[in-house]
């Protein structure tokens, strides 16, 4: 009975720590996001910029996605695990935050935060940004299990992952219809949507070539590049696949030529737009990970 008491009063402190390292990481959005110095450090009213409590509690749902990790491993004691939780716990608040500013920098190029969320209140700017949180967090989560704890691994997987990420959002605007700055300012959601669904299925893609076993890092990340090249050729073929199994309605097919742009920018295709985004990524992952040859040369 002692010792299941003790095992209680330890979870209940080590909960206590957790909840200490995410105070830590509210306040280490000053350093790396100096703009919402003065968001971060006020409460916060929702009610008031609904689009600026969905960009700053994104990021609590990132980081808890992250900790999430990280484990406490009681056999090298209570204070050992404490400062392991520590060092790991800092080292992944600044990967991604890191990684958040550099991806939003490329992303939102042409948009401020402060014009879009605390100006304008830009429900589609802070959807787009809640999915980069998500994402980059699952993808930091990835690498950092993948690194088994070791800080020069993680370091190396980190910055292959930000490359990678770096070119997929890029790639957006080739294979969508929908025109991102211009829907943008317009504060249209089914940029959002469409976007959304896009960068859900990149991260489902990237965090399956980094799932695997590796015992050489060369050699994992010539194979994590290998199967990103993959997906590139696979996921376009489902796309346009689905797109013909699933064909949409538009204006030039109803013979009104001026309701093609107005069709596009309705919340239905960017529904549209972001399902097939993401059952193409789910389908190419199937194909790129899930199918076994084994020593025997395939015949047809």
Known sequence: MAEIFDRLVIRLLLAIFVCFMIWVYRYAHVIFYPTVKRQVLKKIN???NPADALHLFSRLVGIALIFSSISFNEASGFFLSIFHFAVWGTIAIVLYLLSLFIIESIVFYNFDYTDEILKRKNMCYAFISFCHAIVIAYLTRTVMLEAENSLVI???LWLYMLVIVGFSVKYFTLISRLTFNKLMMQKNLSLCFAYGGFTLGAGFIIASCFDQEH????????QVLLKTILSLIIFPIFKKGLMKIFPVKLGEERGHEGLIEEDRQSYGYGFYEG???IAGAIL?????NRIQFGTIY???
């Open 154 to 156: 993680l370091l190396v």
């Open 298 to 300: 395939p015949f047809f």
């Open 215 to 222: 015992y050489d890092i060369t050699v994992y990340c010539i």
């Open 46 to 48: 929702p009610a008031e």
């Open 284 to 288: 190419t992952t199937m194909i790129v």
């Open 275 to 277: 399902a097939v985004f």
